[in-house]
T-cell receptor
């Protein structure tokens, strides 16, 4: 069965510092992987997705993620954090079933300190 | 372009009262539709999903129900709300989840008092 684990429920960085949010997956089939961002009291917004093309995926707002099959990881990074990046981030994997429904991690709340 | 509408944005309801949350999608046909709930500290919980009119799959047994009376309409209901039903409810749609992921609505904040 497919699953996804996000390491760290809370991450705090200083403005201008590197952002690294960790996601590891378990999948019995080639995975489709996604990162979403949620600002307070809003719905989730797609940041980027990996669907078996390039292993380095670029998304919106300067975020990118690298698919590493050997490490079963899909970590999200941004070189320089902005205050506006403070939000909750969710990693997701397709469940491999006929519908391809997504399985979400528990989320990582990112705080950015001035 | 496709859009998803979810309402109301906030709702305060007494324990034991009924609930009806509505979600509609425009600009696509035969989408998969989903209801999720976020309770404090519990992440995203899939409640129901639907692959077509009248077809509902329930993921979590509870006092909530869902219906899909039209192709692009998804309704979440309860006959009698519990305090534990409080949370942030999200509707989402997709035509090929594994390829495109989901598109989420803006959510409904439900507080049961």
């Amino acid at each position: 069965a497919q699953s996804v684990t996000q390491l760290g429920s809370h991450v705090s960085v200083s403005e201008g510092a590197l952002v690294l949010l960790r996601c590891n997956y378990s999948s019995s089939v080639p995975p489709y992987l996604f990162w979403y961002v949620q600002y307070p009291n809003q719905g989730l917004q797609l940041l980027l997705k990996y669907t078996s093309a390039a292993t380095l995926v670029k998304g919106i707002n300067g975020f990118e993620a690298e698919f590493k099959k050997s490490e079963t990881s899909f970590h999200l990074t941004k070189p320089s954090a902005h205050m506006s990046d403070a939000a909750e981030y969710f990693c997701a994997v397709s469940d491999g079933g006929s519908q391809g429904n997504l399985i979400f991690g528990k989320g990582t709340k990112l705080s950015v300190k001035p | 372009s496709q859009t998803i509408h979810q309402w109301p944005a906030t709702l305060v309801q007494p324990v034991g009262s009924p609930l009806s949350l509505e979600c509609t999608v425009e600009g696509t046909s035969n989408p998969n539709l989903y209801w999720y709930r976020q309770a404090a500290g519990r992440g995203l919980q899939l409640l129901f999903y639907s692959v077509g009119i009248g077809q509902i799959s329930s993921e979590v047994p509870q006092n909530l129900s869902a219906s899909r009376p039209q192709d692009r309409q998804f309704i979440l209901s309860s006959k009698k709300l519990l305090l534990s039903d409080s949370g942030f409810y999200l509707c989402a749609w997709s035509v090929q989840p594994a390829v495109y992921g989901y598109t989420f609505g803006s959510g409904t904040r439900l507080t049961v008092v």
